[in-house]
């Protein structure tokens, strides 16, 4: 508990080392657009060979096919609505854990102990806070629900969770069936079960948001019209060039096809958040925090209470 | 309930076949504007024909008639505003599916069952949470009841729902009955009603919300000036490429009107993105998700409680 | 109460005839600009003859005075806070449609009815709502109060209501009356009061938020810059165009001047969206739809009550 | 209470005159700029009687310095983020108006009158929120206490308030003890109470917002480099003009000058939207409303109650 | 607490001295920038040399290589990013001063006291409210709990503070059960209770809310595609314009490299707006106004009660 990282660490490098950043290999959009570079390269050198053996196919006035303006504009709407979604995703993602944080701490605080029992029954509804959290990053994933939650819910819980369809849902069900046991026990009023039911419905909400982000991508009309752009603007690229540049054309093609195809590249990783790309969400570290979060509540409230500082 | 496929999967083909999605015809907009790109076309070669055997009408000057970046930020400012519509109506309908999800879990696990038909009374209002997303996908649609909700609901509602104009807002009015119903019985005590009639206010603000989207386009001034502007565009093109381009004037023109006309078309297409066009909403799928939820739900909670897990 | 209309009709119409649209003139914007293009069109004419007769007036480099960039993002900026200020009058509305109908909802559904004179209460104060929808529309068209409210409230209320600056609030003021009286008489506790007042606080909300459209048009400082920028712009014009257009010129620069003038007319005239234009919201309909659905609920839930489906 | 004047007033002239609204002098901003646009026109003048009689300094390449496209996007930011400060102050403000209309006829309907003091009391407090309104326009515009109020509060009041740093959030107290205190002697139950300091706290969180807006400019790094990038742009284009434009040089480098800074400082006069410009907020008319609101309420209720009319 | 320093005096300055702020060295990004800049001017040097003793490399068809119209696009949209983050960053600190203000009057007012010591109670939470401001700017700062809050708070949970992960939790945590305490001992009621709760969840989200800001920045790939585009962008510059500028290259490629790393390093600053920095939010002076607030509310009601002015 004294391995605290200074969390400004994170953003520093790049204050730092900006020169580093630009040949950053793994993050960068490299890899999955190189095949296409590479294409548009070969197709320019093609075009060279046929402009110098055969005849002369410059035609500088294809620029106005797909004027640069518009295609730049629709590569910003296309990473600009990406990048929405990916930080609305986070945005979801943050608040639950404000809402876990909040819950955690009410249900700790506000809950009556009668008996020791209730004091463990409370550490286990803790960690299904925790479990939802987890389920919920297993399901945006399409991953099976698997070890890491094994140690938190019980045996029988944890065969249930493996059958239905959306594990985090019946997970919300567990925790609500707590509340209203706990309210017809009289060991919380009415006031308290209203404002924790309220936090368990934003949970769900988180959920349901995080569903309608991964399952409604851009719609695909768009998608296609700006890939079908794309490959018109690079084609057209060494018709335009190959007259001046002569023997230049592949490589410049090349730069210019790396720049445009990048951004939209950008676009599709960053659309859906919930990958395991380098761009994704740490959803990982998201989970540890809580878990984190939460055991440090159990560990300390207790404490608090013995030395009676009230 | 064991054949579940990853949400994942929705996604990852676009990350796989970057060429294929180029050639995917009936999602794109090609159909839709097909005509006007051959209109377009055949302008082109008619004024290059004149061109050719009558008399020199190139006037490159023609360019700076409508900008090109005034025509792009138009069209990008289309584009931005139909999304925007087609995002919120995503998101009433996700805000649909966690309304009903939190106001079924509440109605499950708060209302004390007396009997053995208050489980099926139970199951009954749990079903008309269906019913209301089925009828509002319906009445967005302009579709009359049908057999989708028949087996969902008592027969007599069912004559009811098809005589009136708006059936999900009487649908509402079935599940306030019965909330306050079961508060007159003390089966619920005030704050868990309050707690479910606020979801209730949520699924009838959906319901006003997607109705807001439907009847309101975007400004009709707008969409007549942006019409006349691109049309002004596409026609003067040929008289300004006719000189440079000769013969070469009928595809390049057709290229570039295919270019803007897509850019306006996917606007209009997603303008109202509740209908039944491949780039329209989900909304079966939506309806059949919470279908399933339901189902899961009424199936989950006895058998739970028969093992006296808490 | 069968006639009802498909929704989807509203959209359809723009889908099918793209051409028509263009030419339809009524809702265009072509009156409003149609002086200003003209005058820009006869001083392209006189630079012409100044040009032809006298001397040579052209000034090509004159295009670098107020930047098509500049002007075209000004333009889109314009656009888009009037947009958005039309989009938001219009949630506004959306609010006020939802509000009205959980109120009369709740207010149908909650109260207790001891007599068959608080049944004529109920329906009195559901009117009352549709009342305030109409005061609303009126007082933000600076209308008097006029006889479509007449039938729907009592005389000496009409009278009073003639009287008030802001009449709406008069309304609100007697809806809270009539709660707070049922409320003493124990027909609603204090749950259910809360609940309503809050909808009716939304009401008061969504007043407050069209006074302030209609209050506060853009800062006039900026609608002044783009003024000048644009008469600037197109009195630059023929200077540029004269020397490579000849005759041409008070064509080009006429069909310019409307491109320009058009969009900021847009930006006028949907920048306070509560007026009678063919581009404002349709608030007659608006107040129909809810007076409609009012009157359905009232005639709904006793019909259902005798049936005793519950 | 009879000189209505219509609301819609205030908007048609903008549609009536457009062309007087070009040569309003005072609310434009040509008076601030005015002194940079006659430099910059000096030193376009300069320049040119450097190149006419001592040598040759157009240097047309220099256009590419501060290219007029990335220029134009930081202008748009600028003032897109300016009028988003504007528009946020206008929201806050509006949503003050709502929530004293939303008090005051809580409190004036809600709280049990006992003796004809009680009433007095009410009033008392109901001038108390038009205090909070008034004493946070002069705290937003660093003005003291002045006689506006003094009518309105109590004299013991009147000097407190003139001592602290912060009288609104006095004003605030002062209103939450009377409902402290109404609450204890029975006058309202703790539904009310709760709904009221609801609506106490978003005054609290109108004042705030407005202070942040105040307090928190652009990032002054950001507009720092604007204004260099704004002069390097306007002290090149001398050289840029003076080959092909001679003497127009001063009159040309003045208009363009007189267009970006005219963009610039725009988004500086309406960042800090709560000042006495004529681009400000109509802070004195927004207060000015609310005191009428508030004494109708005043004046209406116990009317309406005589009458008897429920 | 007469030294009262009107707030407007702080944007005044920007609206004074125009000129001024353009050469403010401090505050702006040159320091960060120059290396870059200068690497650049001597990159433009070295093409220069090239040009002028061996060969001719000039090649300005280069100037589509990364079109200025996509790169002006990038960056602002960068900034726009950035931006956001910085005023959501704001926000969330606006949100935490309000809920701590209307947390406090609302414990100041309604915790009843019967003792003395329960008023010193009073004070001590008081001021943890402000030890929860000041601890959330040391933990998004990476800095160690320090003597600014050790006379706030007693020795036990100083030393406690230093030992945990996130120690505004741990405050939170403080203040919820000294709520629970009064709740329990009857000095408030359950709604009081609620709505006390809720502004402390409020606190914790804004807890959430910022550490999401600091630890996700802008997708990595994003960030290095832009580097990429603009490193290439600057290196092309000298084979773009030597022809033309020959020895004017230098300093051109310098102020050209200046304009864009300049907006590029903006969008750095102020992406962790939580930092020391000039262009950082003023955390410190945040703090010390939440200080006065409470400090001048603890000194303002008991003098109020004892003049008894209710």
Known sequence: MSEKIPLSKIIEPEEKSW????????????????????????FGLLISLIHYYYTDVGLPVLSSVVPSIVLGLLLVFRTNTAYERFWEGR??????????????????????????????????????????????????????IN????????E?????????????????????????QEFERN????????????????????????ERILKTPIPVAYSIHLKQLLLIYC????????????????????????????????????????????NDLPLESICQTIQINIEELIDFIPRLRERKIF
Chains 1, 2, 3, 4, 5 share one sequence.
């Open 19 to 42: 020169l580093k950043i630009i040949f950053c290999w793994r993050s960068s959009v490299i890899p999955a657009i190189i095949p296409r570079v590479i294409f548009c390269g070969l």
């Open 91 to 144: 945005k979801l993602w943050g608040s639950l854990v404000n809402s876990i944080r909040n819950l955690a701490r009410m249900i700790w605080v506000s809950v009556t102990e009668n008996s020791p029992k209730d004091r463990e029954e409370k550490s286990k509804t803790l960690r299904l806070l925790v479990v939802f959290a987890i389920t919920t990053k297993l399901h945006l994933r399409g991953q099976p």
């Open 147 to 154: 070890s890491e939650i094994r140690d938190l819910i019980p």
């Open 156 to 180: 029988c819980w944890y065969e249930r969770l493996q059958e239905v369809h959306n594990p985090p849902l019946q997970v919300a069900l567990l925790i609500g069936e707590y509340l209203q």
């Open 187 to 210: 060991c919380i009023n009415s006031y308290q079960l209203t404002a924790m039911l309220k936090l368990l419905d934003t949970m769900v909400d988180v959920l349901g948001g995080c």
């Open 235 to 278: 084609l057209t690229l060494p018709f335009q060039l190959v007259t001046e540049l002569a023997w230049w054309t592949p490589p410049i093609v090349s730069v210019i096809s790396f720049t445009v195809f990048g951004i939209e590249q950008i676009g599709i990783e960053i659309e859906n958040p919930f990958g395991l790309d380098a």
